[in-house]
């Protein structure tokens, strides 16, 4: 039971939205996500997802927060409105865009068709992002790769060779999740690779980490 909800009226989910409420911290958005996946409505889910499309921004960019945190929580609930997700990636709003592909990252295992389907367009939308953007497809990509999605795979393996130093040893840690049922030699030879060409002791530390995990599992 949620005080205060207006169950009667799914619009009315909007009004406990963050800034609808002037407040400019998350946790309005975060307690709206939790009770949501609790017990929401499609409906109330439904508005939210039609808000990313014809909201103003401040609506947008909190709605995307609470769908995303809906997905982290209950995917299948967000599922129905990938379609909403997909359109949005064309946003020029970096916050749209990242937060979309965040959302996009929940759904990998509920819907992994659709998002196999529509990678190359993720994939675009997460280039032209930030690195936050750039790190959910990667995390995307990794959980595809798990279910033995061999395109993910590649595509995975072609990021992690040209990474940035700052992103290089998360994308190996991602990558070594799909080891086990993906290539673990291939992988330990691009980690290799970009090792050697790390500088940085600590990030180096986490690759050979990597390597000796993947080196455990080619020795099996």
Not at 107 to 115: E, S
């Amino acid at each position: 039971m949620v005080s205060g909800r207006d169950t009667a009226q799914p619009a009315g989910v909007l009004a406990r939205l963050a800034s609808a409420l002037g407040r400019g911290d998350e946790k309005p958005n975060q307690e709206l996500a939790a009770d949501l996946a609790a017990g929401g409505s499609a409906d109330e889910i439904a508005v939210l997802a039609h808000a990313l499309a014809t909201a103003t921004k401040p609506i947008r960019h909190d709605a995307i927060k609470v769908l995303y945190e809906i997905g982290a929580l209950r995917p299948e609930l967000i599922a129905p409105h990938v379609a909403a997700f997909l359109a949005a990636l064309k946003s020029r709003d970096n916050r749209i865009v990242w937060g979309t592909l965040t959302a996009l990252d929940t759904l990998a295992t509920t819907v992994p068709d659709v998002i196999t389907t529509h990678l190359p367009d993720i994939l675009d939308s997460a280039d032209r992002g930030s690195v936050i953007a750039k790190d959910k497809a990667v995390s995307m990509l990794a959980t595809l790769a798990v279910n033995g999605n061999s395109f993910a795979w590649q595509r995975l393996l072609a990021i992690l060779r040209t990474s940035a130093d700052n992103q290089t040893p998360m994308y190996a840690e991602q990558a070594l999740r799909a080891a086990p049922v993906q290539d673990a030699s291939i992988l330990a030879e691009v980690v290799r690779m970009r090792a050697d060409a790390i500088p940085q002791p600590a990030k180096r530390a986490r690759l050979d980490k990597v390597l000796r995990r993947l080196d455990s599992l080619i020795a099996k």
